[in-house]
């Protein structure tokens, strides 16, 4: 069973950058689609951007052009630069493990506890 565990999150200033980190234990990533998702207060978990093993990618509008997924399959780990970031990107970002890409949550099978990102104007 894989387990995901992100990191890097904290408090930015808009306009600013952060590195998300979600590092995984188990068996290996490199054949697993790996997504990111994040929920703001009160709102619905929304997808992110996710990333097959071939490298293929998968952007939420909001987030095209500002965001970066990579993956580095020998650490084990997928990582989300965030650039030019707004206040409205202030939520908790998750990390997620599947076997076929898509936006909504029922694609991943297993998933991280969450990294806060709150973004100050």
């Known amino acids: 069973q894989v387990q995901l565990v992100e990191s890097g999150g904290g408090l930015v200033q808009a306009g600013g950058s952060l590195r998300l980190s979600c590092a995984a234990s188990?068996?290996?990533?490199?054949?697993?689609?790996m997504g990111w998702f994040r929920q703001a207060p009160g709102k619905e978990r929304e997808f992110v951007v996710a990333i097959t093993s071939g490298g293929t990618t998968k952007y939420g509008d909001s987030v095209k052009g500002r965001f970066t997924i990579s993956r580095d399959n020998g650490k084990n780990t997928v990582f989300l630069q965030m650039n030019s970031l707004k206040p409205e990107d202030t939520a908790d970002y998750y990390c997620?493990?599947?076997?076929?890409?898509?936006?909504?949550?029922?694609?991943?099978?297993?998933w991280g506890q969450g990294t806060q990102v709150t973004v100050s104007s």
């Open positions: 188990g068996p290996p990533l490199s054949g697993y689609v």
């Open positions: 997620a493990a599947g076997w076929t890409i898509g936006i909504r949550m029922e694609a991943y099978d297993y």
